[in-house]
């Protein structure tokens, strides 16, 4: 007879240790963080690198790698007596957000660019039940108001400037190093508001701190370039990209993805909307893995790298943020869909496919 497999998964349980967590803090799960870091199959090569990996933050439960940083925001939140969660967001954040203040009973308020969000994160926002606020605005202006609103009133913020954000983010660096034996040669990243980028690079370096890596990854961030405002070094008043999750102009931990370029010998470079769609058709087609927009920026990022003969070669990891299923306006525009109508017959079937 089989053992059943109690123990409960999530990050509060698996990495309590490396983080700021006490006996009072609760230890909610979604069963979060642990996703497959999957090999490359098909474009590894033409990325000019020896290993090319997969982390699929798409396989946390509301679909993207937020999961891994709201629960410790929330768990913080709710440990120090918040009865209300506010976060400004281009969609991941609110829907991650939401699916854990309703898990514990809070109110979620969430700041939206109106028009802006793609639809399978609108969808979630409204089925976890958040209270949504649309602005006429970018997700600068919203983040903005959501730190006057949240100073103002009995609300947690629990967007990337709330620290345990990025606390819980860095544990996704502790499990490459844990399934690779060691950190990659590189880690490729998209960079919207750049808290991921900073907990990556913080976790990395306490692994090689503790003895859990032996090498630190050069870090290479990718922004769209309607949206690159860490490339040009001056916020983007009116950014714009089909990468609506990093459709961002002033990153609030600037300083944070700075800090982990210079400090990697890394860089932070710009990818245009027709890279980042050409990448997303590739990982669906050619590698079987459906992201959306935003999280194709860091494939495309390393395309163009290896066709210039810019990579050293190596072991590369790219973090791919969101599924795909999020956005599926763009799924519907890029792909070229191959849909015949048919009787519902054999000879029917037969006839639309050519047998
Ligand atoms: N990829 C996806 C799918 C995202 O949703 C985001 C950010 C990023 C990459 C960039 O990460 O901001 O830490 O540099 N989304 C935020 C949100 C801004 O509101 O959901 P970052």
């Given at each position: 007879?089989?053992?059943?497999?109690?123990a409960?998964r999530?990050?509060?349980?698996?990495?309590?240790e490396?983080?700021?967590?006490?006996?009072?803090t609760?230890?909610?799960?979604?069963?979060?963080g642990d996703?497959?870091l999957?090999r490359?199959?098909?474009?590894?090569?033409?990325?000019?690198?020896?290993?090319?990996?997969?982390?699929l933050?798409?396989?946390n439960?509301?679909?993207?790698?937020?999961?891994?940083?709201?629960?410790?925001?929330?768990?913080?939140?709710?440990?120090?007596?918040?009865?209300?969660?506010?976060?400004?967001?281009?969609?991941n954040t609110s829907?991650?957000?939401?699916?854990?203040?309703a898990r514990?009973?809070?109110?979620?308020?969430?700041?939206?660019?109106?028009?802006?969000?793609?639809?399978?994160?609108?969808a979630?926002?409204?089925?976890?039940g958040?209270r949504?606020?649309?602005?006429?605005?970018?997700?600068?202006?919203?983040?903005n108001a959501?730190?006057?609103?949240?100073?103002?009133?009995?609300?947690a913020?629990?967007?990337?400037?709330?620290p345990y954000r990025?606390?819980?983010?860095?544990?996704?660096?502790?499990?490459?190093?844990?399934?690779l034996?060691?950190?990659?040669?590189?880690l490729?990243i998209?960079?919207g508001?750049?808290g991921?980028?900073?907990?990556?690079?913080k976790?990395?370096g306490?692994?090689?701190?503790v003895?859990r890596?032996?090498?630190?990854p050069?870090?290479?961030g990718?922004q769209?370039?309607g949206a690159?405002?860490?490339?040009s070094g001056?916020?983007?008043?009116?950014?714009n990209?089909?990468?609506?999750?990093i459709?961002?102009?002033?990153?609030a931990?600037w300083?944070?993805?700075?800090?982990?370029?210079?400090?990697s010998?890394?860089?932070?470079?710009?990818?245009?909307?027709?890279?980042?769609l050409?990448?997303?058709r590739?990982?669906?087609?050619?590698?079987?893995?459906?992201?959306?927009?935003?999280?194709?920026?860091?494939v495309?990022?390393l395309?163009?790298?290896?066709?210039?003969?810019?990579?050293r070669g190596?072991?590369?990891v790219?973090?791919?943020?969101?599924n795909?299923l999020?956005?599926?306006?763009?799924a519907i525009?890029?792909y070229?869909?191959?849909?015949?109508?048919?009787?519902?017959t054999?000879?029917?079937?037969?006839r639309?496919?050519?047998?």
């Amino acid at each position: 007879m089989s053992t059943l497999p109690l123990a409960p998964r999530g990050v509060l349980y698996h990495w309590a240790e490396v983080l700021p967590l006490t006996e009072q803090t609760p230890r909610i799960t979604l069963g979060e963080g642990d996703t497959p870091l999957v090999r490359s199959v098909a474009l590894e090569r033409e990325c000019g690198l020896d290993e090319l990996w997969f982390k699929l933050e798409s396989c946390n439960p509301t679909g993207s790698f937020k999961d891994r940083g709201m629960v410790v925001a929330v768990a913080k939140a709710v440990e120090s007596g918040a009865r209300a969660i506010m976060c400004a967001s281009t969609g991941n954040t609110s829907a991650s957000a939401a699916a854990y203040a309703a898990r514990c009973g809070l109110d979620c308020y969430v700041l939206v660019p109106g028009g802006k969000v793609a639809a399978g994160k609108m969808a979630q926002a409204i089925a976890y039940g958040s209270r949504i606020i649309e602005v006429d605005g970018n997700f600068d202006d919203a983040l903005n108001a959501a730190r006057e609103l949240t100073a103002r009133h009995p609300v947690a913020l629990v967007n990337s400037v709330n620290p345990y954000r990025i606390q819980g983010q860095k544990t996704a660096a502790y499990e490459i190093c844990e399934t690779l034996g060691d950190a990659p040669d590189v880690l490729a990243i998209p960079v919207g508001n750049a808290g991921n980028i900073t907990a990556y690079w913080k976790g990395f370096g306490e692994c090689a701190e503790v003895g859990r890596a032996t090498l630190h990854p050069r870090m290479l961030g990718f922004q769209a370039a309607g949206a690159a405002p860490l490339v040009s070094g001056v916020p983007v008043p009116e950014p714009n990209t089909v990468a609506t999750a990093i459709r961002i102009g002033n990153p609030a931990s600037w300083g944070g993805a700075i800090g982990a370029r210079d400090e990697s010998g890394g860089s932070i470079e710009a990818v245009t909307d027709e890279e980042i769609l050409e990448a997303y058709r590739l990982l669906a087609a050619r590698e079987g893995l459906f992201v959306e927009p935003a999280s194709a920026a860091c494939v495309a990022g390393l395309l163009q790298h290896g066709r210039a003969g810019r990579t050293r070669g190596g072991r590369a990891v790219a973090i791919l943020t969101g599924n795909g299923l999020k956005d599926p306006d763009t799924a519907i525009a890029e792909y070229v869909p191959n849909i015949t109508k048919s009787s519902a017959t054999v000879a029917g079937v037969e006839r639309a496919l050519g047998w």
